[in-house]
């Protein structure tokens, strides 16, 4: 069992748990559960951002505790005003120290997309999604079937939530790609031996459909790295952990934002 069955084997009892406790109903009955969805296709693309989707992640199961002393709200504002477009917050607790708590505080501070990045398997997750201020929802295309994954995507959609789907691979990419996607992650880091390679980016950029925003997700930590795989034909990047390592997250990112608008030669400054 790799770690990521270890997770979705936990997550299914997290979630029959989480469903005895707490009704769809009553998460219907949330504040956020009405908001207009911010649309992360859109933000990531804006010429005027960076198209870094920011992630706020205290650990994780191949690097242990990366930051458990950060601040949801502190990092979160910093992040849009050193210029990301976008947040992700994980809402795992057992494997990455995240919580629902931690995106609603995002969401009360911060008026951009935010992407809940948690190990999804269950349409009561994407309700829960929605009643916690997300705008996007992760699938992961190695824990679900193919037409599980579609099921789910079409049931966010039907929320008006948007979807990112994540692959690690060509097979993962051919198996799972459907029209109900909005943005398509590269994951450049293994799941077998959590070994990462931009290699993985690369070899994928060009079979993902252009009708999807395409996202390269880990092992970024270079600004250099950003204008590469703009010209490859990225549109965005998940950085996380990069930033997170930091003893000042924001800080972090507000240095690595600014290195990528010097060396960017097709940046557009913000007017106002």
Same mark, same amino acid.
């Given at each position: ?20 406790? @707490?009704? $769809? ?30 992630? =706020? ?14 601040? @949801? ?31 609603? $505080?995002?969401?009360? =501070? ?8 948690? =190990? ?6 994407? @309700? ?34 948007? *979807?990112?789907?994540? *692959? ?68 965005? =990047? ?35």
């Amino acid at each position: 069992m790799n770690i990521l069955d270890k997770i979705i084997a936990h997550k299914k009892e997290e979630v029959a748990e989480r469903k005895s406790l @707490v009704p $769809t109903k009553m998460l219907e009955r949330s504040v956020f559960f009405e908001n207009k969805v911010v649309s992360m296709k859109k933000y990531v693309t804006l010429p005027t951002k960076t198209g870094i989707i920011a992630e =706020f992640k205290r650990k994780s199961p191949s690097k242990g505790a990366i930051n458990s002393a950060a601040k @949801v709200e502190k990092t979160s504002i910093g992040y849009m005003q050193a210029g990301a477009s976008a947040l992700s917050v994980l809402t795992d607790k057992e494997f990455f120290g995240g919580s629902n708590e931690d995106l609603i $505080t995002a969401r009360k =501070f911060n008026f951009c997309p935010i992407l809940r990045k948690d =190990f999804i398997v269950d349409e009561y997750q994407i @309700v829960e999604a929605k009643s916690i201020g997300a705008d996007c929802i992760l699938l992961i295309a190695a824990a679900l079937e193919p037409k599980r994954l579609e099921e789910l995507a079409i049931f966010a959609h039907k929320l008006g939530l948007e *979807v990112l789907m994540e *692959v690690h691979d060509q097979e993962e990419l051919d198996r799972s790609l459907n029209d109900h996607l909005d943005l398509v992650g590269v994951n450049n880091r293994s799941l077998k031996t959590f070994e990462v390679s931009l290699d993985t980016s690369y070899d994928l950029v060009g079979q993902i459909p252009d009708k999807f925003v395409k996202i390269s997700e880990s092992g970024i930590s270079d600004p250099q790295t950003l204008v590469d795989l703009k010209k490859g034909g990225f549109d965005g =990047f998940l950085i996380g952990e990069n930033f997170m390592k930091s003893i000042r997250p924001h800080q972090a990112a507000y240095n690595f934002m600014n290195k990528y608008r010097e060396l960017s030669p097709d940046f557009k400054t913000e007017t106002v």
